[in-house]
């Protein structure tokens, strides 16, 4: 494991994995996360949030449970959206380390390798896909919505929405996202840069769907679209400071410095 595993193993890593009918793959998808983790700390945990699936998504994830030790369930009894899937799971997650993905097996989270120094020392790390396998009509509009969201929040990703980020725990609570559905990415890198936290990006791997029905649609862009406006005039034109920390996200799991505390270690 080397030098990555002796700085994470007292740290530890949570990677959260939010399903939503996703039977058809659930189980690759979780059991490839075990193996890539294993190969780069023993100190790890796969948290699959079920955000009330109707196929046997979950009774999948309890069966892996039962195998492995690392592989943990966390269930919504409605689909309440990936937004608060994201968040369900980042409030389960008990190490010092939390990054995420998605549970349609397109990312592979041996990349995770590169980013965990960079999350170790400046507080977050954040993934691009290099050689994006979608249709090309939504990596169009994909490119739209990022030209836009670095216009008007200041994100200054390339690739806002890549589902492989990683965050060391004070930041992801300084970061704490309010947002519905799939603007949580934006919010949270609009809030990195009003901390005056560095941005980092690396390269990574991103692969045909395996299996399954993609849960984002054309029908998202509008919503997303007035999600991206109604935040700029609320929080970014008139120099808006983020938001007050929620009250006991992760309680007495660690002690969390202030915004402005993180920002200046950063």
Known sequence: MGRIADELSPVGLSVVVPAFNEAEVIQSVVEEAVAR???ITPNFEVIAVDDGSTDGTGRIVELLMGRDPHV?????????????????????SQFGLVAFTDADGQFDLADLRQMIPTAL????????RADRQDPWLRKLYSRGYNLLARALCGTRARDCDCALKVFRRD???ALWPRSRGYFVNTEMLTRARQLGLPLVEFPVTHRPRRGGVSKVSIREIPRVARMLISFWWRHVLFGAKPMPIPANVFAAKIAVPEPS???RAA
């Open 37 to 39: 983790l294993r190969d």
């Open 72 to 92: 943990r369930l966390v269930t919504q009894s409605s689909n309440r959206g990936y937004a608060d899937a994201l968040r369900t799971g980042f409030e389960a």
């Open 121 to 128: 020392r400046v507080g977050l790390a954040v993934g691009y």
């Open 171 to 173: 930041v992801l609570h």
């Open 261 to 263: 505390a993180v920002a």
